[in-house]
Structures are given as C-alpha cells and as structure tokens.
C-alpha cells in the first residue's frame, strides 16, 4: 500500500484502528472498530461521519464557465442560481457517462466540478480536450481539498455547534462559503447516504482538526453517538438510497437514459456532447433499464450476477448487497425494458443457483422528510 | 487474535475439534475478523461426504463471501441450524456458539496434518 495516495485523515483513521483499503489508487477506510452494519444503521439514526477527500475538485472560471460546462454535461447549468449545486453526468459523444458529478455555481464566472476519484484524471482531461474555443480557465484543485461528508438525521445538529453560519438556512442541494471551527470552507448540503447532511470542503491542513472537532460534537465513544464511517456503510447506504455509483450502473457505454436518471437529462437546453445519441435513445425507447430487486429465496446477490427472467439470462446485477439498514438483501441491475417493472419476478445466478427475487420500487430507502 | 490450544487449524482458517471420530468444524477468529459482519452462513446437508479441503458451505459478510473448507475427510452428521436466523454468532463466538457442522471422520489420524494452535499463530503472522 506505499504508492497509494493518502488523505489529508489517514493517519486519523489509522489511530481509529480502521481497516485500510486500496481504493481507485487512494488508500482509504473501509471501515472502523464498530463494523459496517454498525456505521450504516448509526448513520439511519444518529449521525456520521465520512471522509471523501479522494473526490477530484475541478475549478472551472471564466466568460464562458456556464455554456461550457453546460456543453459538457446533461443537466441544465443555466438554471443554477448562486449557492446551488446540481447533480449531473460528463457525457461522450454516444450518451455513455464519463463520469457522474456535482457541479456547483459561486457566480456566472465560476463553478466546481466535483468528481469522482477514480475517474479525476480521466475527466480532468476529457475537460481540457474540449475546451476549445470556450472563454474559460481550468484548474484541477484536487490537492486543494480535503472534503468531509457528516451525514444523518443529527447531522445539521452536531455540524452547527461548531459554525455560526445557520445551517438551517442552506437548502437541499445549496451550499455556502462559510466557517467550521473558524476556518473558511465550502458547506454544502449534499450526500451520499439517502439522509440529511452537509459536505465540507475544506483545506488539507484544517481536516484533522476539524474531524475530531466533528466527533466530539456527535458525542463519539458514547453509546449513541456518531460513529466515522468506511466505504463499505458509504456503499450500502448509497445503495438502500438507490444511488449510482459510477462503475456500476454508470460507466462510458451505460447512459443515463438507461440508468434511470432522464430526470437529470434535460435534452431541450441546447447543443451538448452526446445529446444527439440520447435524443435517438429516448425516441426509440432504451432497450435496457436499471431497475431495484430484492432477493425472495435466502441468499445474497453480488455485483456482476446474472439475472435470469423466463429461465433466460436477459440482464445482470451492477451492485448488490445485505441491506443493513432495511435487512433485506437488494440490489440493481439491468433488465430489458420490457421486463422492467415493479413485481416482475426474476431469478438471480448466485454462484450456479437460480435464486428467486422481485423488481421492486426504487429507492428501497427514503427517509422521513421532517419539518 | 484467539487461537485457543486444544483445536487444530486449517490454512483455510477453520477450526475443529476431534472427540473420538467425530469432529467439530468452524472458522477462526481470524477468519471471522477478516470478513467483518457476518450476515449469512450456508452450510452442507446432514449425510453429504466430503474431502479434505473441499468446500461444504459459505459465509457471507455485508462486503465479502468466503467458502467454509472442510479441514478433514468425512460425512456430514449434523449442522448448526441457529446460525440460519443468528449468522452473527460467528462474529461473536466462532470458536464457541457458532460451530457449523460436525463431521463423522473417515480417518482421525488426518488431524494431524492440520496445524497446531501454535504452527497457526507463526502461519497468521507468516501470511498477515
């Protein structure tokens, strides 16, 4: 593990005792003392806490930031007002994903691109090479950041006792330049879990600091309090929450049509790459779609399953696992278009057994919205 | 780590206790550790046979799935069914409560090819 990357909390996780993992090239927790399904359910109930300093940051400033990155991605930037973040895909010219991203408005001269690890330097470049005659000026601020997720129900809670910014006036998918513990970052309402949270961007050097002033705050060590969280609980909570993961149910020949995300598709905005592709593809009607299954028959499906319907192989599974929150095992997966609807009965090849489960709605998780 | 003197171990990481010809099999401490929490157990059915080292089983953590092997020649003759409904025995007494089967042993003088609890000690810290 010497040539891996490290976050600014690595040494932090290691005095946590967690179990230290390869990830995309970045050596990170999967997870700590208390266990993934501990971590997840705490997360559901309480709070916790994630370090996601291995996400890519991708300043994008200039004249022409907006139409540039609204010629790079599906979802509408014009829309963004200032202070508001917008999920959304890099697409190519097929409408296949190079990534899936966050891309956030400070002003009409500058936005962030917020990526994934794995792909950073695929996109960095895939960003460049298209620049072209756009008026805009890169940076890859990757380096710049450390970014911690605290996610949960207690979540603005814990985060606001360490912040006179009022937390509770950043709305779903806005964010503000404010303080933590007096240092300046970015607090974005946003994650990855299904729950109510805050992302914070911050400076490499303010992360330990702020990490253990985040713990501390959550009561961390008692019985109830929140617990740091790995990979692991941060995969079966997207999961629960039906989220994607690029990789899985994203990657360069997956589209976001077929991914059930034309919701973030807006193929009316104009010229972009790749929306002639989806154009035709929403016109024809996808041949495969990305649907939610829960296991019937004992047993745990796995990413990369087949899936069987009418004793044919028609689909695979692109990510699957125990539920540990909803304690079921579920997964997603691609089916024809035609067999993808809710109370279809497919069968799942876990490892030379047919297995029964049911397309069920998706996402198998939704929390309680409260006032 | 608990490696307990009076059990034998396989490099595969379980466990067994020989009481005449029969013999008790589970996984390790270890093993247990390195898989996390365990949420499903499947295990063989009373009557079949097995080889040494042949797959009889599996055991399902959140993350990861990993074959239970059985570490001696011999037929199934009962099973631990509690670890259908409470899989996290495993996690919390694998040498104890969650014991998977017990096999009727073809030849007990095959456990002496398994590892002493101290030849698995050097071997975990060889390997790990």
């Known amino acids: 593990m010497e040539n891996l990357k490290k976050t600014p909390l690595n040494k932090l996780h290691r005095d946590l005792e967690a179990r230290m ?21 705490r997360t559901r109930t309480f709070a916790g806490l994630f370090d996601v300093s291995h996400m890519g940051e991708i300043w994008v400033t200039g004249e022409d930031a907006i139409p540039f990155v609204n010629f790079l991605t599906t979802n509408d930037v014009s829309r963004l007002s200032n202070g508001q973040a917008q999920y959304s895909i890099l697409t190519n010219e097929n409408g296949g994903a190079v990534d899936d991203l966050l891309v956030y408005r400070f002003n009409e001269k500058k936005l962030l691109l917020v990526v994934n690890a794995a792909t950073t330097e695929k996109d960095w470049d895939w960003i460049n090479s298209h620049k ?47 303080k933590v513990d007096g240092f300046d970052c970015i607090i974005s309402r946003t994650g990855y879990t299904g ?14 600091q702020i990490w253990k002033k985040l713990l501390d705050a959550g009561n961390y060590g ?107 095992n579920i997964g997603l997966a691609f089916v024809p ?26 996402p198998f998780y939704k929390r309680q919205k409260t006032a | ?52 080292h042949e797959p009889c089983g599996s055991v399902e953590s959140v993350k990861a799935i990993s074959e239970i092997f059985t570490p001696i020649t011999g037929e199934v003759i009962e099973i631990n069914e509690t670890l259908n409904d409470s899989p996290e025995l495993v996690n919390t007494d694998p040498y104890g409560k969650a014991w998977m089967v017990k096999l009727k042993v073809q030849n007990p003088d095959e456990v002496n090819s398994l590892l002493t609890a101290a030849e698995y000690k050097e071997y975990l810290e060889s390997t790990t």
């Not at chain 1, 993992?21 to 359910?41: C, K, L, R, S, T």
């Not at chain 1, 729950?195 to 914070?200: K, Q, S, Y």
Request: aromatic residues 8%.
């Open chain 1, 21 to 41: 993992v390869d990830f995309a090239g970045w050596e990170m927790p999967i997870q700590y003392q208390a266990g993934v399904i501990e971590e997840h359910i």
């Open chain 2, 1 to 52: 780590m608990n490696i307990p003197e009076n059990l034998r171990y396989s490099r595969d990481h379980e466990w067994l206790l020989l009481d005449g010809d029969i013999a008790t099999v589970g996984i390790t401490d270890y093993a247990q550790k390195s898989l996390g929490d365990i949420v499903y157990v499947e295990l063989p059915k009373i009557g079949e046979k097995f080889n040494a």
């Open chain 1, 195 to 208: 729950e109510d949270g805050f992302e914070i961007y911050i400076e490499p050097e303010r992360a330990e």
């Open chain 1, 222 to 328: 008692m019985k109830e309090g929140i617990l740091p969280c790995g990979l692991a609980a941060r995969n079966t909570l997207r999961l629960e929450a039906a989220m994607s993961l690029y990789g899985h149910e994203l990657s360069d020949t997956i589209t976001p049509l077929e991914a059930n995300l034309s919701w973030i598709c807006k193929l009316e905005k104009g010229e972009f790459i790749g929306r002639e592709a989806l154009l035709k593809q929403k016109q024809e009607g996808v041949k495969r779609k990305l649907v939610g299954f829960e296991m019937v028959d004992k047993g745990i499906a796995r990413d990369g399953f087949d899936v069987y319907i009418e004793g044919e192989k028609k689909g695979y599974v692109t990510s699957a696992s125990p539920a540990p929150f909803l304690k079921k």
């Open chain 1, 132 to 178: 072209a005659s756009f008026s805009v000026t890169l940076e890859n601020a990757s380096a710049s950041f450390a970014q911690i997720a605290i996610q949960g129900p207690k979540a603005q809670e814990i985060l606001q006792k360490l912040t006179e910014n009022v937390l509770s006036e950043i709305g779903y998918y806005h964010f503000i330049e404010g």
């Open chain 1, 337 to 362: 278009a035609e067999f993808a609807k809710v109370g279809q009965d497919i069968k799942i090849d876990v490892r030379g057994k047919l297995l029964g489960a049911v397309i069920v709605k998706t």
